[in-house]
């Protein structure tokens, strides 16, 4: 089976879908587990216009999407890639709770609900810079 899976891979066309498809499920996977731990429904405030939340989930798709790039530039296999991005993925999740912890001030997830176009762009900003941080040490 897995010699029947490397020669499909083999073919570069085969290969970029596997690795876009493994990437687009793992982007929705991802996309959902930071809506659980959020206090706002992201895709119902999207629709109402609330941009603090478009951008700060911009910045968490731009960030996990990053971390796939790393991943499989550095990586010879989807299944490598995947493991790598899902290591990355943590370390992003686990930046995302640190974040809100370390803001003792206010609460991040209650100022981006209200639209606090501020909080929303340092959250985005946030999410794409350690991604690069965290994809420079993907192996």
Request: hydrophobic share 55%.
């Amino acid at each position: 089976m897995d010699q029947e899976v490397d020669k499909l891979l083999s073919n570069t066309f085969a290969a970029s879908l596997a690795y876009v498809s493994v990437a687009v499920l793992a982007l929705l996977i991802f996309l959902y587990i930071f809506e659980l731990v959020t206090r706002y429904q992201c895709w119902q405030e999207i629709k109402k216009g609330n941009l603090a939340v478009a951008m700060a989930t911009g910045g968490k798709i731009f960030g996990i999407c990053n971390l796939f790039r790393f991943s499989i530039e550095a990586n010879e296999t989807v299944y490598q890639s995947m493991v790598w991005a899902l290591y990355g993925y943590a370390l992003l999740l686990a930046a995302y709770f640190l974040f809100e912890f370390l803001t003792p001030v206010f609460r991040i997830d209650d100022e981006i609900a209200r639209d606090n176009r501020a909080v929303g762009f340092i959250a985005m900003i946030i999410s794409i810079s350690l991604s690069y941080v965290i994809g420079a040490t993907i192996a």
